[in-house]
């Protein structure tokens, strides 16, 4: 299997993603939505059509705005079945549209990062669980790459990445706590 930090970094369509976000720590409600939707699109897909389509997705969901996004009803589902610039799947665009919604009733309780927060560290399994169990289309492998894309799980970035160095030194909560807990599965 090829590591994702040997080609990535010179492709076209993963070298921005790659040097710049992928294992980055992020805080941001939207930009949490974003990364959890979009790794709910690449189920069964290769990253690159996902990526290639980014776009296309992002504008098409309002630039996932959590209260537009809960707020869409059959006419919006209809209206991003029929977008070609996006991945087109109901059940992936429904399981997206309730996620919005479960993310607003988190707001009072200080929303999508802090429910991240109170529940870190987990190992995958238990993160797994607790997604499967408070959002639609979350399985194993969604739920892995979003928390590594997002920094609660470990980098996916191997030590010898240029890029491996920028993540530690802005200290993702993975970084801050023992590691032993993340290979408990």
């Given amino acids: 299997m090829t590591d994702y930090c040997d080609f990535a970094p010179d492709h076209p369509v993963h ?3 790659h040097d710049n976000e992928y294992g980055f720590p992020v805080a941001d409600e939207a930009v949490l939505f974003e ?27 309002d630039g996932f705005q959590i209260d537009k996004v809960a707020d869409y009803g059959d006419r919006d589902t209809e209206r991003l079945l029929g977008n070609p610039g996006i991945i087109r ?33 987990m190992n995958h399994k238990e993160w ?9 289309f979350t399985g194993g492998e969604i739920v892995n790459e979003f928390l590594m894309s ?36």
């Fill in 15 to 17: 070298a921005y993603y």
């Fill in 35 to 61: 990364r959890l939707a979009l790794e709910i699109f690449q189920a069964g897909l290769s990253w690159e059509i996902v990526l290639k389509k980014r776009e296309g997705t992002f504008e098409a969901f």
């Fill in 89 to 121: 799947n109901r059940l992936k665009i429904l399981s997206i549209i309730n996620n919005a919604n479960r993310l607003k009733e988190m707001r009072p309780d200080g929303g999508f990062t802090a429910w991240l927060d109170c529940h870190h560290p």
């Fill in 128 to 136: 797994t669980k607790l997604f499967k169990k408070t959002f639609r």
């Fill in 150 to 185: 997002v920094g609660y799980l470990p980098t996916p970035h191997n030590p010898a990445c240029p890029v491996y160095d920028r993540i530690i030194a802005l200290n993702p909560p993975w970084h801050q706590v023992d590691q032993a807990v993340f290979t408990a599965d």
